[in-house]
C-alpha cells in the first residue's frame, strides 16, 4: 500500500533551519506530482510548495526566497528546506502526492513544526 512519511519537524526558535522529509512507499516519484501543505490551529490547509514529476517547482508567497522543495527519486523521497524560520510558519506540515495521469491523491500523517519568537 502507499505510505507518506513526514519527519523532520521540531521546536526552533525564529529564524532556525528546519529539513523535512517525506519518505514515500508504493509509489513512483517520477509519474507523481509532490507537494508541501501546512495547516496552523484554526486556519484552512494551504499549499506551501510543490514539485512536479518533471522537476518544475512552485511557492506561495510568503516563503518564496526561504523555503526549498526537492525529490530525490532514486531514494522516493521529498524535502522541504526551511530556512529563516518564522513564528508564522508554525503548523502541521503534511506530504500530498498526487499522480500525474488520473490525480490520485494521497497524504502523509503530518509533522508538526512549531517556531517561537
Known amino acids: 500500500q502507499v505510505q507518506l512519511v513526514e519527519s523532520g519537524g521540531g521546536v526552533v526558535q525564529a529564524g532556525a533551519t528546519l529539513r523535512l522529509s517525506c519518505a514515500a512507499s508504493?509509489?513512483?516519484?517520477?509519474?507523481?506530482?509532490m507537494g508541501w501543505y501546512r495547516q496552523a490551529p484554526g486556519k484552512q490547509r494551504e499549499l506551501v510548495a510543490n514539485?512536479?514529476?518533471?522537476?518544475?517547482?512552485n511557492y506561495v508567497d510568503s516563503v518564496k526566497g526561504r523555503f526549498t522543495i526537492s525529490k530525490n527519486n532514486a531514494k522516493n523521497t521529498v524535502y522541504l528546506q526551511m530556512n529563516s524560520l518564522k513564528p508564522e510558519d508554525t503548523a502541521v506540515y503534511y506530504c500530498?502526492?498526487?499522480?500525474?495521469?488520473?490525480?490520485?491523491?494521497?497524504w502523509g500523517q503530518g509533522t508538526q513544526v512549531t517556531v517561537s519568537s
Open positions: 500530498n502526492a498526487r499522480r500525474d495521469y488520473d490525480f490520485k491523491t494521497y
Open positions: 508504493g509509489i513512483i516519484l517520477r509519474i507523481y506530482a
Open positions: 514539485i512536479t514529476s518533471g522537476g518544475t517547482t
